[in-house]
């Protein structure tokens, strides 16, 4: 069964930086994706890497990079200069034989 796990969230100042990773169990994805969902919001869509291509929302673009371990399985998303307003719970994401698969989340907490 495939699994994501992520993990390096935590609580930083504004400007600080935090490194989350993403683990997939079982597979091998050629497309993976950050998303984050604020309190009373909906999840949305961070970044996407799929081979050597990247994109990000216009918001995180330029604080944050996505990327490949060198293990194809994991992901991870540098976010530097955060803000408060990139407080949320960040996401995993593929999609597996066409279904949305996502991991338990992390909590992300930027204080101003």
């Known amino acids: 069964q495939v699994q994501l796990v992520e993990s390096g969230g935590g609580l930083v100042q504004a400007g600080g930086s935090l490194r989350l990773s993403c683990t997939a169990s079982?597979?091998?994805?050629?497309?993976m994706d950050w998303y984050h969902q604020a309190p009373g919001k909906q999840r949305e869509l961070v970044a996407t890497?799929?081979?050597?291509?990247?994109n990000y929302a216009e918001p995180v673009r330029g604080r944050f990079t996505i990327s490949r371990g060198n293990a194809k399985n994991t992901m991870y998303l540098q976010m530097n200069s955060l803000k408060p307003e990139d407080t949320a719970v960040y996401y995993c994401?593929?999609?597996?034989?066409?279904?949305?698969?996502w991991g338990q989340g992390t909590q992300v907490t930027v204080s101003s």
């Open positions: 079982g597979s091998i994805f050629s497309v």
């Open positions: 890497i799929s081979g050597g291509r990247t």
């Open positions: 994401h593929v999609l597996n034989y066409g279904r949305d698969l």
